[in-house]
């Protein structure tokens, strides 16, 4: 069984995109809430419903590796921007071996 070069390159295309995408997003976030506030306790708050967001995002895309077919994963693909980690194990789902 071989795997074809093209799919490849889409696929490590795809994760790069999405990779420096999904940084960008949380490192600009994270850095919005670092200059809002002023003190460490106060960052705490903040930072909560943007580690729950991650959370989700991680969880997601366990249920996407273990059933790629599921509703759960193709609504949730569908909303990309806080779900950048799960795009790209959405992807391999595409490649079916012996299906052309």
């Known amino acids: ?6 799919f490849i390159i889409k696929f490590l295309a795809s994760f790069l995109f999405y990779f420096i ?3 960008l ?3 600009s976030l ?3 809430i670092g200059a809002a506030v002023d ?11 943007l ?8 969880y997601i895309g366990f249920a ?14 569908l909303i990309r921007s806080p779900h950048r980690s799960l795009c790209w194990s959405v992807s391999p789902s595409e490649y079916r071996p012996g299906k052309s």
Do not use: H, R
């Not at 069984?1 to 093209?6: N, S």
């Not at 590796?65 to 193709?74: G, H, L, N, T």
């Open 1 to 6: 069984m071989t795997i074809d070069p093209i």
């Open 21 to 23: 995408g999904g940084y």
């Open 25 to 27: 997003l949380y490192a």
């Open 30 to 32: 994270f850095a919005a």
């Open 39 to 49: 003190n460490e306790t106060d960052s705490q708050q903040f930072l909560t419903p």
């Open 51 to 58: 580690s729950i967001i991650i959370v989700i995002g991680l």
């Open 64 to 77: 996407a590796m273990k059933s790629p077919e599921s509703p759960m994963v193709f609504w949730s693909s």
